[in-house]
């Protein structure tokens, strides 16, 4: 379509539609990995945490490439890019399928993880330019069809393990996921000029920023710190959840519904599959009414909150439920949050590069989760690594609160007053959504 085509409410939804399918396609080489793992782990005899090794490598190739995949995805446009994805995802299971020894394993993660990266940055970052009125709900569906992608197929790939086992599984799912995103690719395209409207509720640059211009702003390195804590304090606290369970003695403890009957680690594991599939959108819809700042205060001091009073009452079953479901909560938003307000900030021309530099703080956060062990051993209880956390969580709250809205007025002001980056098609046939 070329520049001037109309604002169409239909056919941006169709798009978002296709990039939530596209996620969902995707989600099970993270979510369901952990129902391969006492499979492979019987056939091959190897240690578990050698086998945990391809996870570790898995999230670290996601995270880590996420810059470059940005530089491609501005380049090329989000069909290109989500159709290698899938085919790298579609590559990873089928290496896993025919995997006879440990780098087999950690091989199929590397792949898997360029073909999650390539498929989630462009996909949040398509949501970002047809959305920019409407950021936060767009890229928190878009970011939660990964987080609850898995749930339609954790039951079929069970039982497809238990009654074929876990290579031919490996192999007919990764042909399926991976067939199903790369059509779905072809659907995909960046809006052209006209087909946008900006947002008159949240604040937004008015030009496009390059990732050097955005690098030398004040903003981004606060986006930055801020991204940082909040993720490391949430996956230190989702990570060591089960071990917390066994410490404050709640593991085995059974949940008596009424309708059913469950121990209560796995029913608030199965809470923070919804937690977080709920929390993106939620949170991203606030903040497209509130403003991005204010719903950062909001999550954040929940979160910090949350995770202070699983300290300090967690040792009763039922507020050890709640209060993980609410940490689950309060948790999840980040990668809608953020997104969101890079968007606001730096416009849509390079946002894959520079959102790409920013999601390195998940890269980050992994790499603290395992002070948590450390802590907890320097001081024989996990109430130091809970009240450690929620420091992390309330200090960023106290940014958003007190230091984000200033930073950021400034940031969009200062915007304004500087030449506006022309809306152009680029050569893959991508536009700028000129926010």
């Known amino acids: 379509m070329g520049s001037g085509a109309e604002f169409s409410e239909g056919r941006r939804w169709l798009q978002l539609a296709v990039g939530v399918v596209c996620m969902v396609a995707t989600a099970n080489i993270q979510y369901a990995w952990t129902l391969f793992v006492p499979e492979i782990q019987e056939t091959f005899g190897w240690e578990r945490a050698s086998i945990q090794i391809a996870f570790t490598i898995f999230v670290l190739v996601q995270t880590w490439l996420a810059p470059i995949e940005g530089y491609f995805i501005d380049k090329l446009g989000p069909r290109m890019m989500v159709a290698f994805g899938a085919l790298m995802i579609g590559t990873a299971w089928v290496i896993n399928s025919q995997a006879m020894s440990l780098p087999g394993f950690y091989l199929g993660a590397a792949v898997g993880g360029v073909g999650v990266g390539c498929i989630y940055a462009t996909c949040i970052n398509n949501a970002l330019k047809w959305f920019p009125d409407r950021r936060g709900l767009a890229v928190g569906l878009t970011a939660g069809g990964y987080g609850a992608g898995s749930a339609a197929t954790i039951l079929p790939i069970a039982a497809m393990i238990d009654s074929s086992g ?4 490996f192999f007919f799912f990764g042909l399926l996921q991976g067939g199903l995103a790369f059509i779905a690719a072809w659907f995909l395209r960046a809006p052209a000029a006209g087909e946008v409207k900006v947002s008159g509720k949240v604040s937004q ?7 050097k211009e955005a690098l030398n702003t004040k903003l981004f390195w606060l986006m930055l710190l801020m991204f940082t804590c909040v993720v490391t304090g949430g996956m230190m606290a989702v990570a060591q959840l089960g071990v917390i369970a066994v410490d404050l003695g709640v593991k085995e403890f059974e949940v008596n519904l009424y309708f059913f009957t469950m121990a209560a680690l796995p029913l608030a594991l199965m809470l923070d599959r919804v937690m977080n599939g709920i929390s993106r959108p939620l949170f991203g819809w606030v903040s497209d009414h509130i403003g991005r ?3 950062m205060v909001i ?6 909150t949350g995770i202070i009073a699983l300290g300090y009452f967690g040792h009763n079953p039922w507020a050890f439920l709640i209060l993980s479901g609410v940490v689950f909560l309060a948790w999840g938003e980040v990668y ?8 606001d900030a730096f416009g849509t021309k390079h946002i894959g590069k520079i ?3 920013l999601y390195t703080a998940k890269g980050i956060g992994a790499l603290f989760v395992p002070i948590g062990n450390v802590l907890m051993e320097a001081t024989g209880t996990w109430s130091t690594v809970l009240y450690t956390v929620a420091g992390m969580d309330l200090f960023a709250a106290f940014l958003a609160l007190a230091v984000l809205p200033k930073v950021l007025n400034a940031h969009v002001a200062k915007s304004t007053l500087a030449p506006t980056t022309p809306v152009i098609e680029g050569k893959a046939g991508t536009a700028s959504a000129h926010a």
Request: aromatic share 16%; hydrophobic share 35%.
């Open 166 to 169: 876990f290579q031919e599984t």
């Open 205 to 211: 640059s008015r030009r496009d920023y390059t990732l």
């Open 293 to 295: 700042e204010k719903t």
């Open 299 to 304: 999550a954040f001091s929940l979160e910090g």
């Open 336 to 343: 809608s949050l953020f997104s969101a307000l890079a968007g």
């Open 355 to 357: 959102y790409g530099v």
